[in-house]
């Protein structure tokens, strides 16, 4: 097993006559009618990465729940509503963003080591699947909470079963010295506390390792350390476990390795599964994998640069629209999205008009030199772009479209300079 599906069955945004496309849709026109930075998704890809997670993890009874967090466009989260998939939430707003797009309630879970006594008691009344709590004061101000609304709060205990992912630093989760979660044998004195808590309820077992992970090791050493926590939790404290909840991160192909192979993780999840004491449901909480490379962001060149010693393609897109690059190291593949002369190849760094020096959406790239008005297309930008966009520099948020059945809409509209500062007040 391992890594190395190199080839998606149906790449998304193919090029036809020598264009990039989404759907039938050319993103040239898209560009043209919509202006740009621009981000784009195929909904059919995302609907279609859906159904590639529910056949890999077939077997055991199965809720995805998207983790909004990814992408909170409520276009997409509606499509994922209607194939019957669940939320991860970790905030209110991602509460309300689900609720508003017709996410059952008893399909989402709340994950944080952060969720104020507000947030709690929004997921209590909205009758959530269950609030994954990340450390015995979280689940005090629970309890308490849930006695005063005469609830009962389903809980899984987050377990930090201290798995190292090869992954960015910034994204790793599983290790002892990550704050999210508690050590395994936290988690059993947290389950005996919720056996003697009458608004308390014991529903499941949690883990989230990190993100971007294409290896299945780690993944299948953390369900082994849920799977006993959830064993002992039923034997030492008769809790009902129903769920095991194997989190997200499920890697994407990038532009340096293949993506994770996820029916192999599948198969050996579903193994472990049939050996437990008691029928398991299985929760997974994928984001990217979902929606990565369902998006692009279209950007047009400025300008083209050579000073001290290099070349410089000044695009109208930044860390303003996609932090990942100087954020996480995230490489993402760049391309025109009109085939054209080719230029022969060139050394460039590609930045955006953000005034830091570590405004860029690639270095070191070698790329036919594209001139003023060419529009380039970055990849793999469904996930963590829009998700992770800012006002820095004020610069307006872009605009989001969304192509699916056929058609293209906009299901974001640009925003305006009066919208920089609708909240303030002079
Ligand atoms: N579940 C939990 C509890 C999470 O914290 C996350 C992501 C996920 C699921 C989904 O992970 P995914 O399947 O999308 O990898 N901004 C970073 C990624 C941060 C991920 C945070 N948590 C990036 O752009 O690489």
């Not at 080839?7 to 020598?18: D, I, K, M, Q």
């Not at 059952?104 to 009344?125: I, N, S, Y």
């Not at 005063?148 to 930090?160: I, K, Y």
């Amino acid at each position: 097993m391992g890594t190395g599906v190199l080839s998606p069955a149906r790449p998304p945004f193919p090029r036809l006559g020598g264009v990039l496309h989404c759907g039938s849709h050319s993103l040239e026109a898209l560009a043209d009618e919509h202006g740009t930075p621009l981000y784009v998704y195929d909904g059919d890809r995302a609907l279609e990465r859906l159904s590639t997670v529910r056949d890999a993890f077939r077997g055991p009874e199965l809720l995805v729940a998207y983790s909004v967090k990814a992408n909170p466009n409520l276009a997409l989260l509606d499509l994922f509503a209607r194939a019957g998939a669940g939320a991860d939430i970790v905030s209110g707003g991602e509460l309300y963003c689900a609720l508003c797009a017709g996410i059952a309630a008893e399909r989402v879970v709340f994950a944080g080591v952060g969720k104020t006594r507000d947030e709690m008691r929004q997921g209590l009344e909205s009758g959530i699947r269950a609030f994954h709590v990340e450390s015995a004061q979280e689940l005090e101000v629970l309890g308490a909470l849930a006695s005063e609304l005469g609830r009962e709060a389903p809980v899984a205990v987050r377990v930090n079963p201290d798995v190292d992912s090869p992954t960015h630093a910034f994204t790793r989760t599983g290790h002892a010295r990550a704050k999210f979660g508690v050590s395994p044998r936290e988690a059993l004195a947290l389950y005996r506390r919720i056996a003697d808590h009458p608004h308390l309820r014991a529903v499941g077992v949690d883990v989230h390792i990190g993100s971007q992970v294409r290896e299945a090791s780690p993944f299948l050493r953390a369900l082994d350390v849920i799977l006993d926590v959830a064993a002992r939790a039923g034997r030492e404290t008769g809790a009902a476990i129903e769920y095991v909840d194997l989190g997200g991160g499920f890697g994407i192909e990038d532009p340096v390795a293949g993506e994770l192979d996820l029916p192999a993780l599948g198969r050996e999840v579903a193994l472990r599964l049939q050996k437990a004491s008691r029928p398991l449901q299985l929760v997974v909480e994928p984001g990217r994998f979902l929606v990565g490379d369902a998006g692009v962001l279209l950007t047009r060149v400025l300008y083209v640069k050579r000073s001290g010693g290099k070349t410089f393609v000044v695009t109208d897109a930044g860390m303003t629209e996609l932090i990942r690059p100087s954020h996480y190291g995230g490489e993402h593949a760049i391309t025109r999205v009109r085939e054209g002369r080719q230029a022969p190849a060139e050394e460039v760094d590609i930045v955006g008009p953000v005034c830091e020096q570590g405004d860029f959406l690639a270095r070191g790239r070698s790329l036919p030199l594209p001139s003023r008005g060419t529009l380039l297309c970055v990849h793999q930008a469904g996930a963590y772009a829009a998700a992770m966009a800012s006002n820095y520099n004020s610069r307006p948020r872009a605009a989001e479209v969304l192509v699916h059945d056929g058609r293209a809409a906009l299901v974001r509209r640009r925003e305006r300079y009066s919208d920089l500062v609708r909240n303030e007040r002079p």
